[in-house]
């Protein structure tokens, strides 16, 4: 799987299972973050 995949398919998944509606996108949005920073795309952000 791409990292622009997998990043997508956990941002997904994340919002989609954790109940809390306030802080649910940022916290998705930052770990969608590292996953694209593991994989070398720092210049991304």
Known sequence: MYPVELAAEFHFRFVYIR???????????????????KYGFRQLL
């Open 19 to 37: 109940p809390f509606t306030g802080v649910n996108g940022r916290a998705a949005r930052l770990l969608m973050y590292l996953i694209f920073m």
